[in-house]
């Protein structure tokens, strides 16, 4: 099994960048998927998840600004983030619970500028 991050990077405050998770080895119908973002000095921040039907739920820090979503027959999950703030600034990790059993990807830096 796999969870594979990409779309991170540089953005000046105010701007967008949409982040992706490609899964393999996952039944991903079947996951629970969230987006996760960490710090240095930090403890670990859950910041959107989405259950296997659709449901999504957010941190009251990205309410608004920041949509996750998921296309099951791409495997691959998706956290669309605009109107970008210095305090974004992380690393960020998407997070498959499967049967109980939890997975997360190896990371991906976003970094705000103001």
């Known amino acids: 099994v796999q969870l594979v991050e990409s779309g991170g990077g540089s953005v000046q405050a105010g701007g967008s960048l949409k982040l992706s998770c490609a899964a393999s080895?996952?039944?991903?119908?079947?996951?629970?998927m969230a987006w996760e973002r960490q710090t240095p000095g930090k403890e670990r921040e859950w910041v959107s998840g989405?259950?296997?039907?659709?449901?999504?739920n957010y941190a009251d820090s990205v309410k608004g600004r920041f949509t996750i979503s998921r296309d099951n027959a791409r495997n691959t999950l998706y956290l669309q983030m605009n109107s970008l703030k210095t305090e974004d600034t992380a690393e960020y990790f998407c997070?498959?619970?499967?049967?109980?059993?939890?997975?997360w990807g190896q990371g991906i830096q976003v970094t705000v500028s103001s």
């Open positions: 080895g996952f039944i991903f119908n079947a996951c629970i």
């Open positions: 989405i259950s296997s039907f659709g449901t999504t």
């Open positions: 997070r498959f619970s499967c049967y109980n059993v939890y997975y």
